[in-house]
Every structure is written in structure tokens, then in C-alpha cells.
């Protein structure tokens, strides 16, 4: 059983930066690839990037490659989400989520677990 928390959200300016922070319990943690998903208002759950459990491989969709930077640290049950020069459509909740096989980890479908989500907002 893994449980994740986010943290980190909050309102910034366009071209600011914000760190997202998911903290997970759990002994299995350090062994399962994980990812950020995130829902704007009136769409669906996108991916947004994922990480291998030994945290060297990552994936980033095209909409924030070059901008966001995944990461892990398994000593503190920890996986991060740097953001930097954001945009207005970068504006949703993010959730962070565990379980993925890599062939699938862009499938929200495929994750075992959820956290809550964290709200981000980006003003023009």
C-alpha cells in the first residue's frame, strides 16, 4: 500500500517557477515508477512525466519537456516536480501517482495510486 501527498501548489506569475513536492508512505515506494498527471478545468487528466524507481529515466510530454524537471529521492519517499517558466495553461491541479509499468506510464489507467493533488495557477 502506498500513500501519496502533494504540496507545493499555489499562484504565481507567468515565467515564475514552482517545485511540487509528493510524499508517499510506504515500504514499496523506492521500487515503483511514478509520474505527474494534471487536470485543467473542463479537460481530461493529462500526463505530464514520469520517472523509473531508480530515477534514471524520465519521460515529459512535449506541452512541458524543456521546462519541468521530474525527480526522486527514495530516501525520503519523496519525488518532485521542478517547474520553471510557466505558462497560463500550465494552470491545473496536479496529482502525483505510483505503480506504472514504463510500456504504460503514460496510461493514467495504469497507476495503482493517487494522491490528492495540489493546485497550480499561473497568471498572464
Known amino acids: 500500500q502506498v500513500q501519496l501527498v502533494e504540496s507545493g501548489g499555489g499562484l504565481v506569475q507567468a515565467g515564475g517557477s514552482l517545485r511540487l513536492s509528493c510524499a508517499a508512505s510506504?515500504?514499496?515506494?523506492?521500487?515503483?515508477?511514478m509520474a505527474w498527471f494534471r487536470q485543467a478545468p473542463g479537460k481530461e487528466r493529462e500526463f505530464v512525466a514520469a520517472?523509473?524507481?531508480?530515477?534514471?529515466?524520465?519521460d515529459y510530454a512535449s506541452s512541458v519537456q524543456g521546462r519541468f524537471t521530474i525527480s526522486r529521492d527514495n530516501a525520503k519517499n519523496t519525488v518532485y516536480l521542478q517547474m520553471n517558466s510557466l505558462k497560463p495553461d500550465d494552470t491545473a491541479v496536479y496529482y502525483c501517482?505510483?505503480?506504472?509499468?514504463?510500456?504504460?506510464?503514460?496510461?493514467?489507467?495504469?497507476?495503482?495510486?493517487w494522491g490528492q493533488g495540489t493546485q497550480v495557477t499561473v497568471s498572464s
Open positions: 501517482a505510483a505503480g506504472a509499468v514504463r510500456m504504460y506510464w503514460r496510461r493514467q489507467s495504469d497507476y495503482d495510486y
Open positions: 510506504g515500504r514499496t515506494f523506492s521500487s515503483k515508477n
Open positions: 520517472i523509473t524507481w531508480t530515477g534514471d529515466i524520465t
